[in-house]
């Protein structure tokens, strides 16, 4: 569950980052996994605020500026990336040995939750949205 004001996408890769850290002792191959998942969702973020920038500079050259609501939309976007931004900065800055002092609820994820939190994740990517469309075409 995720707590009053806090990001729904941040609470979940949290609980992912620590699961992945949890079990970097048995696989190796997770901490290559975690900084992947970092560095990806970071361009994510990145893409997005770009994204929301050019969607804004298209709209104020087209129609005017009577769309107070998607500016104000564009702004809530640009306030959460960098909320987003300011948390994988964190984890990024983070030492390997004080990854347990960030833990929140990462003894509550087990590997199917974990699998379902991926799963959910990769669904908000760009690619999954529009898989339709490819198939398609």
Same mark, same amino acid.
Not at 1 to 10: F, K, L, P, R, T
Not at 44 to 66: C, L, N, P, R, V
């Given at each position: @569950? $995720?707590?009053?004001?806090?990001?729904?996408?941040?609470q979940l890769q949290k609980a992912l980052l620590d699961y992945l850290d949890?079990?970097?002792?048995?696989?190796?191959?997770? $901490?290559?996994?975690?900084?992947?998942?970092?560095? &990806?969702?970071?361009?994510?973020?990145?893409? =997005?605020?770009?994204?929301?920038?050019?969607? &804004?500079?298209?709209?104020?050259?087209? =129609?005017?500026?009577?769309?107070? *609501?998607? $500016?104000?939309?564009?702004? @809530?976007?640009?306030?959460?990336?960098?909320?987003?931004?300011?948390?994988?900065?964190?984890?990024?800055?983070?030492?390997?040995? @004080?990854?347990?002092?960030? *833990?929140?609820?990462?003894?509550?994820?087990?590997?199917?939750?974990?699998?379902?939190? $991926?799963?959910?994740?990769?669904?908000?990517?760009?690619?999954?949205?529009?898989?339709?469309?490819?198939?398609? @075409?």
């Open positions: @569950q $995720v707590s009053e004001g806090e990001d729904e996408i941040q949890d079990n970097t002792e048995t696989d190796a191959s997770l $901490v290559f996994s975690r900084k992947f998942y970092v560095a &990806q969702w970071f361009r994510d973020t990145t893409m =997005e605020t770009e994204k929301a920038i050019k969607s &804004q500079k298209d709209e104020d050259s087209s =129609e005017g500026s009577h769309h107070a *609501k998607d $500016v104000e939309t564009t702004g @809530q976007i640009m306030h959460r990336a960098e909320s987003r931004k300011k948390f994988l900065r964190s984890i990024i800055k983070t030492a390997p040995s @004080q990854f347990s002092t960030l *833990k929140m609820n990462s003894d509550t994820v087990d590997y199917e939750d974990a699998c379902l939190i $991926v799963r959910y994740l990769a669904s908000m990517r760009p690619f999954a949205q529009s898989f339709d469309i490819y198939l398609t @075409q």
